[in-house]
């Protein structure tokens, strides 16, 4: 399939994935050739059909986000879905950030996916409610509503919407003062993470101790 892909790949769209797809490409690579690019939705859908990870990093910058309708974004969901679990949670992680939380249409269609069908569809609601609190934005008045649901459903989640989940209850206890007592015990009843080895230097997802922890660098 892939290299049925390449073959039909115009010109200019085999330059560019030729260019970007090494093992030693990085984000900032990717960004620096979209900078140049700006935005085309025919190379970014050229890109996307070589079911390439980076090609498909590359793809989402490009994408003119007008013509995300849910339609598109059902096909996109199925093509990430394919991809190994690490890269299939990037890239849709990767199209929340940098093309669905920056149009108001995009930011609905995403407000609309609690109980998507879509796994992938369902992190995203959780993690777009998650960013709306960490970027400094007044917090929209759901957050009693989200913990509601997170108290009633986050133990039956499969695991990529229960982390986002989890990583809301996270956002809500250190963003907002008067939850977070909430938070805490959510995660001191629940348990998850609890026993999740962390790497140096990262925060834990245990929310006890991601809370207190993100909250005494927010105090310094």
């Known amino acids: 399939m892939k290299n049925l892909s390449l073959m039909k790949l115009s010109p200019k769209a085999k330059d560019i994935f030729d260019q970007i797809n090494t093992e030693n490409t990085?984000?900032?690579?990717?960004?620096?050739?979209?900078?140049?690019?700006?935005?085309d939705h025919e190379l970014a859908m050229e890109l996307w059909s070589t079911e390439s990870y980076f090609a498909r990093q590359l793809a989402i910058l490009i994408l003119d986000k007008k013509l995300l309708t849910q339609e598109v974004i059902n096909q996109l969901d199925q093509d990430i879905n394919k991809h190994p679990e690490d890269e299939k949670?990037?890239?849709?992680d990767w199209l929340m950030a940098n093309q669905l939380a920056k149009d108001k249409k995009t930011v609905a269609l995403m407000e609309s996916w609690q109980n998507s069908k879509s796994s992938l569809q369902r992190r995203t609601f959780w993690y777009y409610q998650a960013r709306l609190r960490w970027v400094g934005q007044t917090p929209p008045?759901?957050?009693?509503?989200?913990?509601?649901f997170i108290e009633k459903e986050i133990e039956n989640e499969v695991p990529e919407v229960q982390w986002a989940m989890?990583?809301?209850?996270?956002?809500?206890?250190?963003?907002?003062?008067?939850?977070?007592?909430?938070?805490?015990?959510?995660g001191e009843r629940t348990?998850?993470?609890?026993?999740?080895?962390?790497?140096?230097?990262?925060?834990?997802?245990?929310?006890?101790?991601?809370?207190?922890?993100q909250v005494a660098k927010l105090k310094k």
């Open 166 to 186: 989890n990583f809301t209850a996270a956002q809500i206890g250190v963003y907002q003062q008067e939850y977070r007592k909430i938070c805490i015990a959510l």
């Open 89 to 92: 949670l990037q890239l849709i």
């Open 141 to 148: 008045p759901n957050t009693e509503e989200l913990l509601s």
């Open 26 to 39: 990085k984000l900032g690579d990717l960004r620096s050739v979209a900078k140049d690019i700006k935005k």
């Open 191 to 213: 348990g998850l993470y609890k026993d999740e080895m962390v790497a140096k230097n990262c925060t834990p997802n245990y929310l006890p101790d991601f809370i207190n922890i």
